[in-house]
C-alpha cells in the first residue's frame, strides 16, 4: 500500500492530525512532517509576491524511502502526504488525492463541537481517511 | 384513498417549495450548530439545554404556522391523522427542505410518528461523547411542532424517539395529543 502517512497541521504548525499506514515506526514519520513544514514555508514565502498560492503543492522533498507531497489551504492548514518512493501515482492522482481529503477535512471542521484549530479526534474522520487511504492514488 | 391524498399533499408541499425563498443550507446548520455549541456554554446542565432548545422551537412554531398556512393554502385539518401527514409531507418539506414520513399513526390513542431520513439540523454534527446520551439536539424540532400545533388548537407532546447522532439510521419524533384546545385559553411566548 503506497500511502504511508498523512497529516494535518494548523497555521501556527500546530499538529492536528496524523495517521501512518506503514509497519514503520511513528516517530520517522513525525520528522518527515516536521521537515516539511520548512520546504512548504519556502514555497509560500516564494510566490507571496502577489502571486495566486496554488493549493497543491506538489513533491515537497524525496527521502531515501518515501516522497513527501505537500497541500496548503487558503486558511493556511497544510496537508502532507508521505508516499513511498516506489509509487508511480502521478502528480494529477495526488491532486485529486488531496482534493478529497480537504473535503474530508472540510466535513469535520464544520462539526459545531469540533473546536477549531485543535486537534481533530474525530472517529468518523479517522475511519473516512483510512478508507480514503485504502484505496491508493 | 389515502394514496390520492398523499400524492396531493405532495402536489401542496411541491408547489410550496417552489414558491418560498431559499437560502444555503449549510447556514441554516452552522447557525443552529452554533446556537447548540452555545447553550451548553451557557447553561450548566444539559436538561437546561434541552428545554432552552425546546421552548426556541415553541417560539419559532408559534410564529411558523401562520407562514405555513398561508403558502401551503391549506385549510383545517379534519383529524389527526391528515394533521400528520399534512407535517410529514408539506411542514417538513417547506421549512427543513425534506419530506418526511408518518409512522405508527394511533388515531385511538391520539399518538404518531414523523419520521425525517435526510435532517439537515444534523449535517456534519458529531456529539462529544460527554452528550451522547444526553443532548436532545433535535429538539428544537419538537418545540416547533408544538408550537405550531397549539396555534391551531392542539396541545401536544412531543419527544425525539430515534437520532442520527446517536446511531439510529433516521431521525424520529413522537407525537402524543394531549387535548384539543378551546379558543378562549390564549397561547403566547415562553421564556
Known amino acids: ?137 | 384513498g389515502m394514496s390520492r391524498y398523499n400524492t396531493n399533499l405532495q402536489q401542496v408541499a411541491n408547489n410550496t417549495w417552489n414558491k418560498i425563498d431559499k437560502i444555503n443550507t449549510e447556514l441554516f446548520t452552522l447557525t443552529y450548530g452554533a446556537i447548540v455549541v452555545q447553550l451548553l456554554k451557557d447553561f450548566d446542565s444539559v436538561d437546561d439545554v434541552n428545554n432552552q432548545l425546546e421552548k426556541m422551537g415553541y417560539n419559532i412554531g408559534l410564529r411558523l404556522i401562520d407562514e405555513f398556512l398561508a403558502r401551503s393554502g391549506l385549510g383545517r385539518c379534519r383529524d389527526l391523522r391528515e394533521t400528520a401527514e399534512v407535517i410529514a409531507k408539506v411542514g417538513f418539506k417547506m421549512f427543513l427542505g425534506f419530506a418526511g414520513t408518518v409512522l405508527k399513526m394511533n388515531a385511538k390513542k391520539g399518538s404518531f410518528h414523523l419520521v425525517l431520513e435526510d435532517n439537515p439540523l444534523i449535517d456534519f454534527v458529531e456529539l462529544p461523547a460527554q452528550y451522547k446520551d444526553t443532548l436532545i439536539y433535535n429538539n428544537i424540532l419538537c418545540g416547533v411542532i408544538r408550537g405550531a400545533l397549539e396555534m391551531v388548537q392542539m396541545k401536544v407532546k412531543c419527544t425525539v424517539k430515534k437520532c442520527p447522532l446517536k446511531g439510529h439510521d433516521v431521525t424520529q419524533i413522537k407525537v402524543v395529543l394531549i387535548e384539543h384546545l378551546t379558543s378562549e385559553i390564549p397561547v403566547g411566548d415562553e421564556f
Not at chain 1, 90 to 110: A, E, M, R, W
Open chain 1, 1 to 137: 500500500m503506497s500511502i504511508a502517512a498523512l497529516a494535518v497541521i494548523g497555521r501556527q504548525n500546530n499538529p492536528l492530525f496524523l495517521q501512518t499506514f506503514s509497519s514503520d515506526v511513528g516517530l520517522k514519520f513525525h520528522f518527515i512532517v516536521h521537515a516539511s513544514l520548512d520546504v512548504i514555508e519556502e514555497k509560500v514565502k516564494k510566490k507571496s509576491k502577489g502571486e495566486k498560492l496554488e493549493k497543491y503543492l506538489g513533491l515537497l522533498y524525496p527521502t531515501e524511502d518515501f516522497k513527501v507531497y505537500g497541500y496548503i489551504t487558503n486558511t493556511l492548514v497544510k496537508m502532507i502526504l508521505v508516499i513511498s518512493e516506489s509509487s508511480t501515482a502521478k502528480d494529477l492522482d495526488i491532486k485529486y488525492f488531496f482534493d478529497k481529503f480537504h473535503q474530508l477535512f472540510l466535513k469535520v471542521t464544520s462539526n459545531p463541537f469540533y473546536e477549531t484549530n485543535s486537534k481533530i479526534e474525530s472517529p468518523r474522520f479517522a475511519s473516512a481517511v483510512e478508507s480514503l487511504a485504502l484505496k491508493g492514488l
